[in-house]
């Protein structure tokens, strides 16, 4: 089961209290910087999280303005779409998710807080390779201030080419499944708080044990690209 921190309480409570129940994600960004991208990001994150998790999501984007802006950048980013929301209960609705940056909104449930993002590389955030942007964010705990400059990107940057390059290359020798623990791993990493450096750690260790079969490298790749969104499988059928 997914658990997340209430903001309000600082305690890990269920993201889904009642598993079939309609849960509804609200992200709150207050502008079109790092950090509105951020909390689109984890609000994006959540919803993966609870669908992986057999819970159906309604998610929605809650800002003052800016939509289409808005809108473009969370594309841009990864991000699947979000509805416009109104601020009224779904048919079912058990729970009401808002993610909001530290210092934002406060509306009233259940609230998701997402640090501050500074931005310290060359040009713009729109101006970066967005894939590349997604990983460096998702290598910093959601609560804690993330800085994204230029040493940051070349390193996802590389990770990108290198991890895709792999996993084209794995995606040639027979398919195995996920190993039991190794699933259970990742699980329990984004089930703790959408713990994604957990993640992206596990998925490090898979690259490199020898024990493993590439099949199910390459599976596992597949699997937790599910929930990172960062298109793990595009040079799949490219030349080597």
């Given at each position: 089961?997914?658990?997340?921190?209430?903001?309000?309480?600082?305690?890990?409570?269920?993201?889904?209290?009642?598993?079939?129940?309609?849960?509804?994600?609200?992200?709150?960004?207050?502008?079109?910087?790092?950090?509105?991208?951020?909390?689109?990001?984890?609000?994006?994150?959540?919803?993966?999280?609870?669908?992986?998790?057999?819970?159906?999501?309604?998610?929605?984007?809650?800002?003052?303005?800016?939509?289409?802006?808005?809108?473009?950048?969370?594309?841009?980013?990864?991000?699947?779409?979000?509805?416009?929301?109104?601020?009224?209960?779904?048919?079912?609705?058990?729970?009401?998710?808002?993610?909001?940056?530290?210092?934002?909104?406060?509306?009233?449930?259940?609230?998701?807080?997402?640090?501050?993002?500074?931005?310290?590389?060359?040009?713009?955030?729109?101006?970066?390779?967005?894939?590349?942007?997604?990983?460096?964010?998702?290598?910093?705990?959601?609560?804690?201030?993330?800085?994204?400059?230029?040493?940051?990107?070349?390193?996802?940057?590389?990770?990108?080419?290198?991890?895709?390059?792999?996993?084209?290359?794995?995606?040639?020798?027979?398919?195995?499944?996920?190993?039991?623990?190794?699933?259970?791993?990742?699980?329990?990493?984004?089930?703790?708080?959408?713990?994604?450096?957990?993640?992206?750690?596990?998925?490090?260790?898979?690259?490199?044990?020898?024990?493993?079969?590439?099949?199910?490298?390459?599976?596992?790749?597949?699997?937790?690209d599910r929930l990172l969104g960062l298109d793990l499988a595009r040079d799949l059928g490219h030349p080597a």
């Open positions: 089961m997914l658990r997340i921190t209430d903001a309000r309480t600082g305690e890990l409570v269920a993201a889904a209290p009642a598993r079939r129940g309609l849960t509804r994600v609200e992200a709150h960004p207050r502008d079109l910087d790092p950090t509105g991208l951020r909390v689109l990001l984890a609000a994006d994150l959540l919803v993966r999280a609870l669908e992986l998790g057999g819970t159906p999501v309604w998610a929605l984007l809650a800002a003052e303005g800016r939509h289409a802006e808005l809108r473009a950048a969370a594309d841009a980013l990864g991000i699947r779409p979000f509805e416009d929301g109104d601020g009224a209960a779904g048919l079912g609705e058990a729970q009401v998710l808002h993610v909001v940056d530290d210092g934002g909104a406060e509306p009233d449930g259940l609230r998701v807080a997402v640090a501050l993002t500074a931005w310290a590389a060359p040009g713009t955030p729109e101006e970066a390779d967005q894939t590349a942007l997604r990983l460096a964010l998702l290598t910093h705990p959601r609560n804690a201030p993330a800085v994204i400059d230029a040493d940051a990107l070349e390193r996802a940057g590389d990770t990108l080419r290198r991890w895709r390059g792999a996993v084209a290359d794995w995606a040639r020798r027979p398919s195995r499944p996920v190993p039991d623990e190794v699933r259970a791993e990742l699980r329990d990493a984004w089930e703790d708080d959408l713990d994604t450096a957990a993640v992206l750690g596990a998925l490090r260790a898979v690259e490199t044990d020898p024990a493993l079969p590439d099949g199910a490298r390459f599976e596992t790749y597949a699997y937790a």
